[in-house]
Nanobody, 130 residues
Framework: QEPLVESGGGLAQPGGSLRLSCVAK????????MAWFRQAPGKERESVAT????????YYANSVKGRFTISKDNAKRTVYLQMNSLKPEDTAVYYC???????????????????????WGQGTQVTVST
């Protein structure tokens, strides 16, 4: 069973919107920092947005700041990525990731690097094109 299951990808026109969802299975969620990464063909996987376990702290890559919003619903064990004003360069496979945060770091801590995450979803394709 996949620990993280993404959905919501698809085709959007430039300037359009999509919302990605990621449902966490098992014990993953409440004490975990959650993140969205993306990987375009021929490029390395890159961080898009991150949210702390409390939901109070967020991080955005400069390329998506002001256009994308990460949020979480603890009751539904789901993290979202609302993507507005989409651009062709946003085309990529988007991955949800999770990493448990030790209590020492607090509930507002988050990780941002690919190699810091140990749970991954299968990915969902986002294509922005006319």
């Amino acid at each position: 069973q996949e620990p993280l299951v993404e959905s919501g990808g698809g085709l959007a026109q430039p300037g359009g919107s999509l919302r990605l969802s990621c449902v966490a299975k098992g014990d993953i969620f409440s004490t975990y920092t959650m993140a969205w990464f993306r990987q375009a063909p021929g490029k390395e996987r890159e961080s898009v947005a991150t949210i702390s376990s409390s939901g109070s702290s967020t991080y955005y890559a400069n390329s998506v700041k002001g256009r994308f919003t990460i949020s979480k619903d603890n009751a539904k064990r789901t993290v979202y990525l609302q993507m507005n004003s989409l651009k062709p360069e946003d085309t990529a496979v988007y991955y949800c990731a999770a990493r448990q945060v030790l209590p020492y770091y607090g509930v507002n801590f988050y990780y941002t690097k690919v190699d810091e995450y140990n749970y991954w979803g299968q990915g969902t394709q986002v294509t922005v094109s006319t």
